[in-house]
């Protein structure tokens, strides 16, 4: 089966920021910040991109384009002889049908949301009347899934490279007015709150909910980036193709607070609300706002773009290493993957309603439980063992990696780096997982 190629950088850059941005950042970051602190958060997730998410940004695209196959594969094709790399091929392919496992659902609420403001019935809009409804959870989920790999049947170029590129453009055309429109409308006490570090409430439960919202949001750790790493030549070096994606990433997550914080100061509503900040909150805003349909109507829609986006991302890698294990064509690949994916998904769309699990403390549903697989484990133990893999002589080792990270031309990895990837980077990742899992609330 020979390997498809991206038509261009752009398009490159574009699929991987779109995988990266996301719910991670317009509905996960906003309710997170609010939690947190807000600029204290905001401080302490920048620091976390910058020391672990680059290096580790920099390592799956180097792996995925070396390897030039999908995740399942990637780790054995580049592992020495009488190395055992290649289960981890695997953990990528849990962790991708995980993270599709509830990731479609909310998709599926955003498209909810946009059509209601769209055709004008959001006055009755609710959050938890929304999720306990199993057939709007499902039929909305049905409808992610079904654009998602129509769209992924297709050629890359013609199909995931062209739609992603139209949606990115329309998504930071939509942020941009509606941040304006939020500035314009004032409460500089929500931009204070957002952008103001108060360092007396960073502890170790904002260290870690900023590593783990790093890695949910650029998507390392289980190939989410490799697999766009193997679709691009050697003409660039990776270290700044990886800083041009978080560049993209973070300022989508800047625009999406400044749309969102002011607003909520503004109506004197809740900004620790958690994941229905995003939906009751804003909701409530836009239906006191003069103009609320249409502001909402284009909140929401900029909503979809950037769920879609990721949605996209992750089924392309699914399907890359369904069809790398088969040997299927796209559209027999297309049609397979996604009756599993909304078959997992239903457990999350009837998990409000109809299928009753509680995994941890008292509240939490499938969505929960699948958010621990992929937030709280496959995403942050997926980059520790990239780490390993790239930087020491019982993995590809660090000699392979420089050479293929700064093949072509631009920013390279200096040699004086080498600490950070091989000693900070790990031992960071060990350090805050051990210690994210032991003040995990269990019950």
């Known amino acids: 089966m020979n390997r498809e190629k991206l038509g261009s950088r752009l398009g490159f850059i574009m699929l991987s920021a779109g995988c990266?941005?996301?719910?991670?950042?317009?509905?996960?970051?906003?309710?997170?910040?609010?939690?947190?602190?807000g600029g204290s958060f905001m401080l302490v997730y920048i620091i976390c991109l910058i020391v672990l998410g680059i290096p580790c940004l920099i390592m799956e695209f180097s792996v995925g384009r070396a390897a030039q196959t999908s995740p399942i594969k990637m780790y054995r094709k580049l592992e020495k002889p009488k190395q055992k790399w290649g289960g981890f091929g695997w953990a990528c392919l849990v962790g991708n049908l995980a993270i599709m496992a509830f990731y479609t659902v909310v998709c599926g609420w955003i498209i909810y949301y946009f059509i209601n403001f769209l055709t004008g019935n959001n006055r009755d809009l609710g959050f938890t009347t929304m999720i306990a409804n199993p057939s709007v959870n499902v039929i909305f989920m049905m409808?992610?899934?079904?654009?998602?790999?129509?769209?992924?049947?297709?050629?890359?170029?013609?199909?995931?490279e062209r739609i992603t590129k139209y949606m990115m453009i329309a998504l930071l055309a939509l942020m941009i007015v509606l941040a304006i429109h939020s500035l314009l409308s004032g409460s500089g006490e929500g931009m204070t709150f957002y952008l103001k570090p108060d360092f007396s409430k960073i502890n170790g439960d904002v260290v870690v909910g900023a590593m783990n919202q790093a890695f949910f949001s650029l998507s390392?750790?289980?190939?989410?980036?490799?697999?766009?790493?193997?679709?691009?030549?050697?003409?660039?070096?990776?270290?700044?193709?990886?800083?041009?994606?978080?560049?993209?990433?973070?300022?989508?997550?800047?625009?999406?607070?400044?749309?969102?914080f002011p607003a909520c100061f503004t109506y004197n509503?809740?900004?620790?609300?958690?994941?229905?900040?995003?939906?009751d909150t804003m909701a409530t805003v836009f239906n006191n706002m003069p103009g609320g349909r249409i502001w909402g109507s284009l909140f929401f829609l900029f909503m979809v773009f950037a769920a879609m986006s990721t949605v996209l991302g992750v089924c392309e890698n699914i399907l890359a290493m369904i069809r790398d294990l088969t040997g299927w064509s796209r559209r027999k690949g297309s049609l397979i993957c996604g009756i599993v994916v909304f078959v997992l998904a239903l457990t999350t769309a009837l998990g409000f309603s109809v299928l009753h699990f509680q995994p941890f403390a008292e509240g939490t549903t499938w969505l929960d439980f699948w958010d621990f697989i992929v937030s709280t484990n496959i995403l942050p133990l997926g980059s520790l063992v990239l780490a390993l893999f790239c930087c020491n002589k019982f993995g590809w080792g660090w000699d392979n990696f420089i050479k293929e990270a700064n093949m072509g031309i631009g920013m390279k990895v200096r040699s004086w780096m080498k600490p950070i990837f091989k000693y900070v980077v790990p031992t960071a990742i060990a350090f805050i997982y051990v210690y994210g899992l032991v003040t995990f609330k269990w019950r």
């Open 20 to 37: 990266a941005i996301g719910c991670g950042n317009v509905w996960k970051f906003p309710w997170m910040c609010g939690q947190y602190g």
């Open 143 to 160: 409808i992610t899934v079904v654009i998602a790999f129509v769209i992924l049947s297709f050629n890359i170029q013609g199909g995931l």
């Open 220 to 260: 390392t750790g289980m190939g989410g980036m490799a697999i766009f790493g193997s679709y691009i030549g050697k003409d660039r070096s990776l270290m700044g193709e990886a800083i041009n994606v978080i560049s993209l990433d973070t300022l989508v997550a800047l625009l999406a607070g400044i749309i969102i």
């Open 269 to 279: 509503l809740e900004v620790n609300s958690g994941p229905n900040l995003l939906f």
